[in-house]
């Protein structure tokens, strides 16, 4: 019997080698289970790097960065609430920082490796809260996470004329609308939103919506479900000015139509019963204008203006798109504007014979070069400027576009001022000045241009018939030069237009006057339409 003990100790002891001798074989750590189950442990670069965090008008993110293969698993939990992911098949980073990432509903992120093969990130959280996980292609790879917006509030536009109802979120939404009968509701599902707290009803303060009920349809959706006492047409869409809200309202209806003669033009008013969007669209072939107005309908029983057909036309399209036609007479212009509260679009309609046309002023002088000086000490540079000024006015009040080569007291070089007209390409340069003489008696407007210019001339001949029928002036004459600089070097028709003379006492004091000046601007403006709208000579 004592000999089969001292046996088994000494097969102990011998099986005691055996191990230790495995164990320095593996490293010094004992061999406690086959190789096999060893594989199951983190492959080598299989590590979570780091989490960032973005927050995108409110839509709150958060990027696992990973390198290697993992698998994962998440859940929320409450008391306290915190959404836990766990990954398997990691190692964790060394001093892989936390720090700066709460943001919102986030109280805290932590991460710690949860046994063996598993790390697990915990988020702390306000309240429990919808997200979605997607893995990150690129290198590193990883997690996307994505926690759902949150509903913030939601109510009726208490300053709305119609029926208006706004809800708003922390981040821009996607959403989905369907009208259900009988009994009537109107059903939108907003995607990726939480509420925050249990099922809510909002009361109606409307004949049509009775009230609004408010739950989490699914983790990922909230439903909104408006009981309307009548299918009455709607727009659910996103605030022009808050992306992060969504505004529900019934149809706007065009209420009014109103054409207003004035002169040879006049003003189409058009009133709604709530805000008019749409784009206008001028048609040069046709010479209409085209206000599309969406999200509209007529009202009921609406009606135009009597004898008005002629003048402009409206028509319903589909969907829901009130259209609105104006005839613009060939040489007239048009503006288009909204009234503050957007109810309202007036259409102006005027006479605008120069419309399209660009038309180059050079106030002459200017800066050191002071110009002729009167006896009675008016400045030419000062003078070519304010005329110039109230000629650009005028004409642009008939449609044209302006462009001077100086807007104040500045000096130009003669060729830097050809060099701008052409540059701008221009229909037509007309240089401002005024005269000079040693002989106190000599007076009279004068226009000079380019003797080898046929258009200049013609250009000439207009402005001088136009003016001198407003001012009644002595006229010197068109004279020609070859020596000019603008009119030589100008690559479109170009003239210089001699006012009068300052060193005349009796013309000094009429080019002072803002009645003059009037009478020669109306008169050049008056001769550029005459010379845009005289057909060329054969």
Same mark, same amino acid.
């Given at each position: 019997?004592? /000999?089969?003990?001292?046996?088994?100790?000494?097969?102990?002891?011998?099986?005691?080698?055996?191990?230790?001798?495995?164990?320095?074989?593996? %490293?010094?750590?004992?061999?406690?289970?086959?190789? +096999?189950? +060893?594989?199951?442990?983190?492959?080598?670069?299989?590590?979570? #790097?780091?989490?960032?965090?973005?927050?995108?008008?409110?839509?709150?993110?958060?990027?696992?960065?990973?390198?290697?293969?993992?698998?994962?698993?998440?859940?929320?939990? $409450?008391?306290?609430?915190?959404?836990?992911?766990?990954?398997?098949?990691?190692?964790?980073?060394?001093?892989?920082?936390?720090? @700066?990432?709460?943001?919102?509903?986030? /109280?805290?992120?932590?991460?710690?490796?949860?046994?063996?093969?598993?790390?697990?990130?915990?988020?702390?959280?306000?309240?429990?809260?919808?997200?979605?996980? =997607?893995?990150?292609?690129?290198?590193? &790879?990883?997690?996307?996470?994505?926690?759902?917006?949150?509903?913030?509030?939601?109510?009726?536009?208490?300053?709305?004329?119609?029926?208006?109802?706004?809800? =708003?979120?922390?981040?821009?939404?996607?959403? /989905?609308?369907?009208?259900?009968?009988?009994?009537?509701?109107?059903?939108?599902?907003?995607?990726?939103?939480?509420?925050? &707290?249990?099922?809510?009803?909002?009361?109606?303060?409307?004949?049509?919506? =009775?009230?609004?009920?408010?739950?989490?349809?699914?983790?990922?959706?909230?439903?909104?479900?408006?009981?309307?006492?009548?299918?009455?047409?709607?727009?659910?869409?996103?605030?022009?000015?808050?992306?992060?809200?969504?505004?529900?309202?019934?149809?706007?209806?065009?209420?009014?139509?109103?054409?207003?003669?004035?002169?040879? @033009?006049?003003?189409?008013?058009?009133?709604?019963?709530?805000?008019?969007?749409?784009?206008?669209?001028?048609?040069?072939?046709?010479?209409?204008?085209?206000?599309?107005?969406?999200?509209?309908?007529?009202?009921? &029983?609406?009606?135009?203006?009597?004898?008005?057909?002629?003048?402009?036309?409206?028509?319903?399209?589909?969907?829901?798109?009130?259209?609105?036609?104006?005839?613009?007479?060939?040489?007239?212009?048009?503006?288009?504007?909204?009234?503050?509260?957007?109810?309202?679009?007036?259409?102006?309609?005027?006479?605008?014979?120069?419309?399209?046309?660009?038309?180059?002023?050079?106030?002459?002088? %200017?800066?050191?070069? +002071?110009?002729?000086?009167?006896? &009675?000490?008016?400045?030419?540079?000062?003078?070519?400027?304010?005329?110039?000024?109230?000629?650009?006015?005028? #004409?642009?009040?008939?449609?044209? =576009?302006?462009?001077?080569?100086?807007?104040?007291?500045?000096?130009?070089?003669?060729?830097?001022?050809?060099?701008?007209?052409?540059?701008?390409?221009? +229909?037509?340069?007309?240089?401002?000045?005024?005269?000079? *003489?040693?002989?106190?008696?000599? *007076?009279?407007?004068?226009?000079? *241009?380019?003797?080898?210019?046929?258009? $200049?001339?013609?250009?000439?001949?207009?402005?001088?018939?136009?003016? #001198?029928?407003?001012?009644?002036?002595?006229?010197?004459?068109?004279?020609?030069?070859?020596?000019?600089?603008?009119?030589?070097?100008?690559?479109?028709?170009?003239?210089?237009?001699?006012?009068?003379?300052?060193?005349?006492?009796?013309?000094?004091?009429?080019?002072?006057?803002?009645?003059?000046?009037?009478?020669?601007?109306?008169?050049?403006?008056?001769?550029?339409?005459?010379?845009?709208?005289?057909?060329?000579?054969?």
């Amino acid at each position: 019997m004592k /000999k089969t003990t001292d046996q088994k100790r000494i097969v102990c002891l011998i099986g005691l080698v055996l191990l230790c001798f495995f164990s320095l074989l593996t %490293g010094g750590r004992p061999c406690l289970r086959p190789p +096999a189950a +060893a594989a199951a442990a983190p492959a080598q670069g299989n590590i979570l #790097l780091g989490l960032t965090r973005t927050n995108d008008q409110g839509k709150l993110s958060y990027d696992l960065l990973i390198n290697g293969d993992f698998t994962y698993h998440s859940f929320l939990l $409450s008391a306290p609430e915190r959404l836990v992911i766990d990954l398997t098949g990691l190692d964790l980073a060394p001093a892989l920082a936390t720090d @700066g990432l709460t943001d919102g509903p986030i /109280k805290g992120v932590r991460v710690s490796r949860f046994d063996q093969n598993t790390v697990r990130v915990v988020f702390d959280l306000e309240y429990l809260i919808g997200y979605k996980l =997607e893995r990150r292609t690129g290198v590193p &790879g990883g997690l996307r996470l994505d926690f759902n917006v949150v509903l913030k509030d939601i109510g009726f536009q208490m300053a709305s004329t119609v029926p208006e109802i706004y809800v =708003e979120t922390s981040g821009p939404v996607q959403y /989905k609308v369907d009208f259900l009968l009988n009994p009537h509701r109107l059903v939108i599902d907003l995607w990726d939103v939480t509420l925050t &707290g249990p099922a809510l009803t909002v009361p109606g303060n409307d004949t049509w919506v =009775e009230s609004i009920r408010v739950s989490q349809f699914d983790p990922q959706t909230i439903r909104l479900v408006l009981d309307i006492n009548e299918p009455r047409n709607c727009v659910v869409g996103i605030d022009e000015t808050n992306p992060a809200r969504l505004l529900i309202k019934t149809m706007t209806e065009l209420q009014e139509a109103t054409w207003h003669p004035d002169g040879d @033009g006049g003003r189409l008013v058009l009133k709604g019963s709530g805000q008019l969007p749409g784009e206008p669209r001028f048609d040069p072939k046709t010479g209409k204008l085209y206000i599309r107005i969406p999200q509209t309908k007529l009202g009921e &029983g609406f009606q135009t203006a009597t004898g008005t057909d002629s003048v402009f036309k409206l028509r319903e399209e589909d969907p829901s798109t009130v259209e609105v036609e104006l005839a613009v007479p060939r040489g007239h212009d048009y503006s288009v504007t909204w009234g503050q509260d957007r109810r309202t679009i007036t259409v102006e309609v005027k006479n605008a014979p120069l419309s399209g046309r660009v038309i180059i002023l050079d106030p002459g002088h %200017g800066g050191a070069d +002071a110009g002729a000086i009167s006896p &009675g000490g008016l400045r030419e540079k000062e003078l070519n400027l304010a005329v110039a000024l109230r000629l650009k006015q005028k #004409l642009e009040g008939l449609g044209a =576009e302006v462009l001077l080569t100086r807007e104040d007291d500045q000096y130009l070089w003669l060729y830097d001022r050809v060099a701008i007209a052409n540059r701008t390409g221009g +229909a037509v340069l007309l240089s401002i000045h005024a005269n000079n *003489h040693n002989k106190r008696d000599i *007076h009279g407007l004068e226009i000079w *241009h380019h003797p080898d210019r046929s258009e $200049s001339a013609v250009l000439a001949k207009a402005l001088s018939e136009a003016v #001198l029928a407003r001012t009644n002036q002595h006229f010197r004459g068109i004279m020609a030069s070859k020596d000019l600089v603008l009119p030589r070097e100008a690559q479109m028709p170009a003239v210089i237009f001699e006012m009068g003379f300052v060193s005349n006492r009796e013309e000094e004091k009429l080019l002072k006057t803002v009645e003059f000046q009037d009478k020669i601007t109306d008169g050049i403006s008056q001769g550029l339409i005459a010379y845009f709208h005289t057909p060329a000579e054969p």
